[in-house]
């Protein structure tokens, strides 16, 4: 029987964990979260209290702990999805023996900072996991829309195709389909500059442009996360799939989106501190445009929509202006 960890307790890993619990195929299913109260509270009531509170979880108290090294001793496959800012931290008492054999999910659409690497290369270098033990799931997918059981669609990539194969199989229920993928690179990086061009989105909307406008900015930002994977990872792939611009439309129009959300209060105003406070939830667009920022000073992939992004987020330039500016550069 597969036995699969949980690491992590935010919105996206309850929807993963309700996604195992419905899927037929057999399995026993472990759960770290870093947070005791919520765990109690799991334990008891059956719910996570914090996010995505309204699904019923259905594994056993046992099997629920912020003991790490434990939870992840009992699985094959652990799946990562804590915002990639945490990666490290959540990490750190863990070796690459205790990796060992396992095959390692990354749920993450973010980038290790300090590191500047996605997620797969950050798993390969630093725990010595073979790129063929590690997998990638992707969208266009909402936590919320799957509490919902609203029918999604999962990209799962990998190098290794049957074990994103397997993998899927796991996931597979009346209201999730998955794809499977052997372009982990181009799926990540498009999954993390997707975010990027959410939180352009939604500070558009927050400075007043309108739907016109946003047609422009999203059909731009297509363009831009096709230059750079292209650069970064040369294969044939065609960026009009769900993965890539399935992910970036979900992202960008979505009511449930965190990072339209959060640079909607970008541009109505907000600094990223009270943004943050505001939101409860993480926006990987933030950190997200600064590892791009400096990934690209290797690549030099022209991109004005991320580089707008940047100087508003990080250089404190006026929303209003670089938006108008950003507007002479687009087509
Ligand atoms: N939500 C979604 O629909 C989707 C999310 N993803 C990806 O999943 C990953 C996880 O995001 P998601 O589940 O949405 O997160 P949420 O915004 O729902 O929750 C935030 C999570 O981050 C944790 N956290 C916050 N601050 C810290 C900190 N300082 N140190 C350690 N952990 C912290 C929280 O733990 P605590 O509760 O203990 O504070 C909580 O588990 C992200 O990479 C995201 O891009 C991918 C696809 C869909
Ligand atoms: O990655 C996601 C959907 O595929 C979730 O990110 P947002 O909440 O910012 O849309």
Request: aromatic share 8%; proline share 3%.
């Amino acid at each position: 029987m597969p036995r699969v960890a949980m690491i992590g307790g935010g919105s996206w890993a309850t929807a993963i964990i309700k996604m195992l619990s419905d899927n037929i195929t057999a399995k026993e299913i472990y759960w770290w979260m870093r947070n005791a109260e919520a765990i109690a509270h799991l334990q008891k009531y059956k719910h996570n209290p914090n996010y995505l509170s309204s699904v019923e979880i259905r594994i056993p108290e046992t099997h629920i702990s912020n003991d790490i090294s434990e939870i992840i001793s009992n699985a094959d496959y652990v799946i990562l999805n804590v915002p990639a800012a945490f990666l490290k931290e959540t990490l750190k008492d863990i070796t690459p023996e205790q990796l060992k054999g396992k095959k390692i999910i990354s749920a993450i659409k973010g980038i290790v900072p300090d590191e500047n690497l996605i997620i797969g290369e950050f798993i390969n270098q630093k725990y010595n996991v073979p790129l063929e033990d590690i997998v990638v799931i992707s969208g266009p997918c909402h936590a919320e829309e799957v509490a919902l059981e609203k029918l999604s669609y999962l990209t799962i990539a990998s190098v290794n195709v049957d074990l994103a194969s397997t993998f899927a199989g796991l996931l597979n229920t009346r209201y999730i389909k998955t794809n499977v993928s052997d372009d982990i690179f181009g799926t990540e990086y498009a999954a993390v500059l997707k975010n990027i061009y959410a939180v352009a989105s939604g500070i558009c909307h927050g400075v007043g442009y309108g739907d016109n406008f946003q047609a422009v900015l999203i059909s731009n930002a297509i363009r831009e996360i096709n230059r750079f994977v292209d650069i970064v990872h040369p294969i044939s792939r065609d960026i009009k799939e769900s993965a890539y611009l399935g992910d970036l439309l979900v992202t960008a129009y979505s009511q449930f989106s965190r990072n339209r959300t959060f640079g909607n209060m970008i541009g109505k105003g907000y600094t990223v501190k009270s943004a943050q406070l505001e939101m409860a939830m993480v926006a990987e667009g933030y950190y997200a445009v600064n590892c791009m920022h400096h990934i690209n000073k290797k690549y030099k992939v022209d991109m004005p929509i991320s580089r707008a992004v940047y100087a508003i987020l990080y250089e404190k330039h006026s929303p209003h202006i670089e938006m108008r500016l950003l507007t002479e550069q687009l087509s």
